[in-house]
């Protein structure tokens, strides 16, 4: 009976080897190289970056407009694409929203690198012209000292301070005097 039974065992045992018989060989399609599809993405991706650079350098270059008077270290040119801040009354602090406009120059700049720009400071007519031009300084230097913060080198920015003796608005009101009380930004050329 035991026989019998390890027969029976047997017998099942090789019909279940019969049954699932040899595994296939499984024939795998080669796709396309996810690798090579990744260096496809990264190349358009760069490829687009770098016409946005170019799209970007030039609408820089569009805006730059030579000013009048030469500076100190050649040509000095202006840029709509750079927006100038402005003072409180007496002050040198710099406002909320003026820091978002030193965030966007600040942005513009570092795309530049080889940009270099000065900081004018400005003051309205109230004042000495000694009080101003100390004033002017430190709304120049307040300017420079958050582009530094955001990642500007230093070597790249340089300050000088006009007092009351460029105002941007001749009249002699408080809406003038608010337009007067800027810091404004140039470019040096190459």
């Not at 047997?10 to 996810?34: M, N, R």
């Not at 978002?100 to 004042?127: F, Y």
């Not at 009101?173 to 050329?189: G, L, Q, V, Y």
Request: hydrophobic letters at 35%; proline letters at 4%; glycine letters at 6%.
């Amino acid at each position: 009976m035991v026989r019998k039974s390890l027969s029976i065992i047997i017998l099942i045992l090789c019909f279940g080897l019969i049954l699932t018989g040899c595994p296939k060989k499984t024939v795998v399609k080669e796709e396309p190289s996810v690798k090579r599809a990744e260096e496809l993405a990264a190349g358009k991706e760069k490829a687009a970056k770098e016409e946005a650079k170019k799209t970007r350098e030039k609408e820089f270059e569009k805006s730059l407009i030579a000013k009048k008077e030469p500076g100190i270290e050649g040509e000095i040119l202006e840029s709509k694409l750079l927006k100038d801040i402005h003072f409180d009354f007496d002050k040198y602090d710099i406002r909320p929203g003026d820091a978002e406009i030193l965030k966007g120059n600040a942005a513009l700049l570092m795309k530049h690198p080889t940009v270099k720009i000065q900081i004018e400071g400005h003051c309205d007519e109230r004042g000495t012209i000694e009080y101003n031009l100390a004033l002017g300084e430190r709304r120049a230097n307040s300017a420079k000292k958050y582009l530094i913060s955001l990642g500007m080198p230093a070597d790249r920015i340089s300050t000088i301070s006009y007092g009351k003796e460029k105002p941007l608005d001749p009249g002699h009101n408080e809406e003038a005097w608010t337009k007067n009380r800027r810091d404004h930004f140039i470019i040096f050329s190459k």
